[in-house]
């Protein structure tokens, strides 16, 4: 008689079963740290471009262009902005621009400020 030697070199259902599931598992946890990524490079594009439209604006105020008040930035319906000067030190005054911008749900502020004469 021949003795019949079995060299199984597969895997079992359960080792596919399980083998999936990890997958599945780290592929969710990879699709959320990219979604949450995405959302934090938005927001921060949207208080870099506030920021752009703070700086333009104090120099429009400080170079005479505009003045103080509030407004909205020509095509950027987002962004509205609000300019005061509070008297300082030595004859010199705090120039304070504040640009609001609507991300998601959310209403955000940012704020220059600059000592002119």
């Known amino acids: 008689m021949k003795k019949v030697v079995s060299k199984n070199k597969g895997f079992t259902l359960l080792e596919v079963v399980a083998a999936l599931f990890v997958a599945g598992v ?7 740290i990219e979604t949450s990524s995405i959302k934090r490079d938005g927001k921060a594009k949207a208080k870099r471009q506030a920021l752009i439209l703070a ?3 104090l120099e429009e105020i400080k170079l005479g262009i505009s003045s103080e008040g509030s407004g909205e930035f ?19 005054f705090r120039l304070i621009v504040t640009v609001q911008f609507k991300y998601g749900k959310s209403v955000e502020e940012i704020e220059l400020q600059e000592i002119v004469r």
């Open 26 to 32: 780290a592929l969710t946890c990879l699709v959320s």
């Open 55 to 57: 700086r333009k604006k």
């Open 74 to 92: 020509e095509g950027m319906e987002a962004y509205k902005w609000t300019a005061k000067k509070e008297p300082f030190q030595f004859g010199l």
